[in-house]
C-alpha cells in the first residue's frame, strides 16, 4: 500500500498542525498514514504521553531502517535538509507556497513513499482550488480532523472542568515576556525575535475588549513564564483568574509539562474569545479547536478582532 509519512517538527501546536493536515490529506488520496515523532528540545513527549490515535507512529531511526532501499519523494517544507540523507533524490518535484500553507500538487500522489517534513498546514493542489486560499474555510476544514487526535482522558477531563466558568470568559495567553530561547544544551540564550508584548499592554487591554465584547466572566490564563502568572493573577486577583499551570512552567519543557500544555491549550478553546500574539501558533490552534474570536496583538502595538479561525 502506498505510504505518506509525516515528520512533524518544532512545538506542540505546530506539530498538530502538521498531523491533521497529514490525516485530511491521507484520507482523501488512498494513502496509508504513518507518523514519525522525535523528541526535542521543542517538545520533550511522545505522541503517546498526549493522544490516542489511530495511526502508526514510529521514530526516524526506525524509518530510515525500513527504507534504506527505496527512492522516496521528499516534501521539505521547513528546510530541514540536515534530516534528510543526500542519497535520496530530492530534485525531481516542484513545491508551491503561498501565505506560509504548503500546496501539494495532485500529480505528487502517483509516487509509492513521500515523506513530508512539516510544521504547518499542508493541503493537496484539489483543495487549495477548491476554497479559492481561504485561510478561515481551510482551517474549518482541518479542525474537524482533530477528533482523530484523542487526549488522554485525564488531560480532556482537566480541561473539560473549566467549560461552565468560561462560558462568559476570556482566554488569554501570553508568552514569555524577555528574550529566551532554548540550544540543544538546555542554555539560554537571547533572540530579539523572541521578545513578546508585556503583561502591562494585555492588562491595559483587558478591559477595553471586555467593553467591546461584554464578555465580564473569568479569564483562563495560559503561559510559560512563573512570573508572568504571578504579575497576572495580583493584577486581576486570585477568584478572577483560571489556570493549569502545575507543570507547563517547567523550561525544561518535560513531559509532564508538555501534557499540561494539552490541557492549556483544550481550556483555552473553551473560551469564547482568546487574546494572543498574532505569531503564536499555540493560541490560533486553540482558537481553531473552539471556533474562539480572537483578540490578535501584533508587534506594533495594534490590536485586531477577528473571528473564529482567522489567522
Given at each position: 500500500m502506498k505510504t505518506l509519512t509525516i515528520y512533524p517538527i518544532n512545538g506542540l501546536a505546530n506539530r498538530l498542525m502538521a498531523l491533521i493536515s497529514a490525516v485530511r490529506v491521507a484520507t482523501l488520496t488512498g494513502y496509508r498514514l504513518q507518523v514519525i515523532w522525535e523528541k526535542d528540545q521543542s517538545c520533550r513527549a511522545m505522541l503517546s504521553d498526549l493522544f490516542e490515535a489511530d495511526f502508526d507512529v514510529i521514530s526516524l531511526e526506525e524509518f530510515w531502517k525500513q527504507n534504506q532501499a527505496k527512492k522516496l519523494t521528499i516534501v521539505d517544507a521547513n528546510d530541514a535538509r540536515e534530516k534528510i540523507p543526500e542519497f535520496i533524490d530530492r530534485?525531481?518535484?516542484?513545491?508551491?507556497?503561498?501565505?506560509?500553507?504548503?500546496?501539494?500538487?495532485?500529480?505528487?500522489?502517483?509516487?509509492?513513499?513521500?515523506?513530508?517534513?512539516?510544521?504547518?498546514?499542508?493541503?493537496?493542489?484539489?483543495?487549495?482550488?477548491?476554497?479559492?486560499?481561504?485561510?478561515?474555510?481551510?482551517?474549518?476544514?482541518?479542525?474537524?480532523?482533530?477528533?482523530?487526535?484523542?487526549?488522554?482522558?485525564?488531560?480532556?477531563?482537566?480541561?473539560?472542568?473549566?467549560?461552565?466558568?468560561?462560558?462568559?470568559?476570556?482566554?488569554?495567553?501570553?508568552r514569555r515576556t524577555y528574550p529566551h530561547a532554548l540550544t540543544e544544551e538546555g542554555l539560554e540564550r537571547e533572540l530579539t525575535q523572541w521578545s513578546f508584548p508585556s503583561v502591562d499592554y494585555y492588562m491595559n487591554l483587558l478591559p477595553v475588549i471586555r467593553d467591546r465584547t461584554g464578555l465580564d466572566g473569568k479569564i483562563y490564563l495560559s503561559t510559560n513564564c512563573k512570573v508572568t502568572k504571578s504579575e497576572v493573577v495580583t493584577r486581576l486577583g486570585e477568584a478572577n483568574v483560571l489556570t493549569y499551570q502545575a507543570r507547563a512552567l517547567d523550561v525544561s519543557y518535560s513531559v509532564a509539562g508538555i501534557q499540561d500544555a494539552v490541557v492549556d491549550m483544550i481550556s483555552l478553546s473553551k473560551a469564547p474569545l482568546i487574546i494572543r500574539f498574532n505569531e503564536s501558533t499555540f493560541s490560533f490552534f486553540s482558537a481553531m479547536l473552539g471556533g474562539c474570536h480572537q483578540a490578535i496583538v501584533y508587534r506594533d502595538g495594534q490590536t485586531l478582532l477577528k473571528g473564529p479561525l482567522e489567522y
Open positions: 530534485n525531481d518535484l516542484e513545491i508551491f507556497r503561498y501565505d506560509g500553507l504548503l500546496i501539494l500538487p495532485h500529480a505528487l500522489f502517483i509516487r509509492e513513499s513521500i515523506l513530508l517534513v512539516s510544521h504547518h498546514f499542508f493541503f493537496t493542489e484539489d483543495d487549495s482550488n477548491t476554497f479559492n486560499s481561504d485561510r478561515k474555510r481551510m482551517a474549518g476544514l482541518l479542525s474537524g480532523e482533530f477528533s482523530n487526535f484523542r487526549p488522554l482522558p485525564i488531560l480532556r477531563e482537566l480541561a473539560d472542568a473549566y467549560s461552565e466558568p468560561l462560558r462568559r470568559g476570556i482566554g488569554l495567553h501570553i
